[in-house]
């Protein structure tokens, strides 16, 4: 069984950082892509980024993209967000979640193809 557990969350002012973490459980978790969603209130849940396996190959959301960072330690079966520049509409539970097996690519941004999942930490931008 795979647990994921996200930390690291918070509030925080527009223009801050924030860097969450995700602790996956497992012996097999440099095998597979690891993603960032987030789901706001009243919205549906969408897609951050996601990460190769070996860490090489990142995709980030047009969204995010230059001020996420999503990197992982496989030593420590760890994948972090590093949030920057953070904005209101960033508020939002941010979740953690493992690929299926073999994903292709570019489908790394549909979340139908992630089968494990994090509960969630909470990350408030106040202005």
């Known amino acids: 069984q795979v647990q994921l557990v996200e930390s690291g969350g918070g509030l925080v002012q527009a223009g801050g950082s924030l860097r969450l973490s995700c602790a996956a459980s497992?012996?097999?978790?440099?095998?597979?892509?690891m993603g960032w969603f987030r789901q706001a209130p009243g919205k549906e849940r969408e897609f951050v980024a996601a990460i190769s396996a070996s860490g090489r190959i990142t995709r980030t959301a047009d969204s995010v993209k230059g001020r996420f960072t999503i990197s992982r330690d496989n030593a420590k079966n760890t994948v972090y967000l590093q949030m920057s520049s953070l904005k209101r509409e960033d508020t939002a539970v941010y979740l953690c979640?493992?690929?299926?097996?073999?994903?292709?690519?570019?489908?790394?941004?549909?979340?139908?193809?992630?089968?494990?999942w994090g509960q969630g930490t909470q990350v408030t931008v106040s202005s």
């Open positions: 497992g012996r097999t978790f440099n095998d597979y892509v």
């Open positions: 979640a493992r690929a299926k097996s073999h994903v292709p690519w570019e489908r790394v941004g549909d979340q139908g193809e992630y089968d494990y």
